[in-house]
């Protein structure tokens, strides 16, 4: 079946260090892969997505490349700001494109 | 705006008492859906609906009902509720089912169910 597994938190970090947030997947077919945020006490966000093997999505300093290979989409930023602090899902859309699979979340903590 | 609005955002009720959550988009979006989130679970689908009359389930589809009479509403149903069914509860629309298509989702709904 579809699943999705991403590390588990709390990742806390200093303002300006490098952000990698693990997301690794099982699915049939070509699935499409995506990260969400999700601010405190607010609904999720798209943040980026990739539709297929090799595609990078980016946005706001973010970035993640599908890897086929290794079944793996990990989410990294350069220099991560106080106001990125929020939590993170990884997330596929299934081989018929109708179902949405997340993983558990991982929260960030950036300190000044 | 585009949005999609929850209502109501927080309820507290007992077992076995019936309740409604609803959904609404104004994005004209054919794609929605109702989700759960708890904690080192992510989100869990429960239900979607691909169109007008069209639903079908996802992952954790018992206890809950939906109905999808016009475009812009989806309601989630609880007809006898218990107390595992508290939770946090997401509504999310998207232009179409695609996988491409980016979710939109509600502020959440919080039910505790006693």
């Known amino acids: 079946g579809n699943s999705v597994t991403q590390m588990e938190g709390p990742v806390t970090l200093s303002e300006e260090a490098f952000l990698t947030i693990n997301c690794t997947y099982t699915?049939?077919?070509?699935?499409?892969l995506f990260w969400y945020v999700q601010y405190p006490g607010e609904g999720l966000q798209l943040l980026l997505k990739?539709?297929?093997?090799?595609d990078k999505g980016s946005n706001k300093g973010f970035e993640a490349t599908y890897r086929k290979e290794t079944t793996s989409f990990h989410l990294e930023k350069g220099s991560v700001q106080v106001s990125d602090s929020a939590v993170y899902f990884c997330a596929l859309s299934g081989y018929n494109f109708n179902k949405f699979y997340f993983g558990s979340g991982t929260k960030l903590n950036v300190k000044p | 705006e585009a949005q999609v609005t929850q209502n109501p955002r927080y309820l507290i009720t007992v077992t076995g008492k019936k309740l409604t959550v609803t959904c609404s988009q104004n994005?004209?979006?054919?794609?929605m859906s109702w989700y759960r989130q708890d904690p080192g679970l992510g989100l869990r689908q429960i239900y979607y609906s691909m169109n007008v009359e069209v639903t079908d389930k996802g992952d954790v589809p018992e206890g809950y009902k939906v109905s999808r009479k016009e475009k812009r509403n989806f309601p989630l149903i609880l007809e006898s509720p218990s107390p595992n069914q508290t939770s946090l509860y997401f509504c999310?629309?998207?232009?179409?089912?695609?996988?491409?298509?980016?979710?939109?989702f509600g502020d959440g709904t919080r039910l505790s169910i006693l």
């Open positions: 994005m004209n979006h054919e794609y």
């Open positions: 990739a539709t297929k093997a090799d």
């Open positions: 999310a629309s998207s232009l179409s089912g695609t996988g491409s298509q980016p979710q939109h």
């Open positions: 699915a049939t077919g070509y699935p499409s």
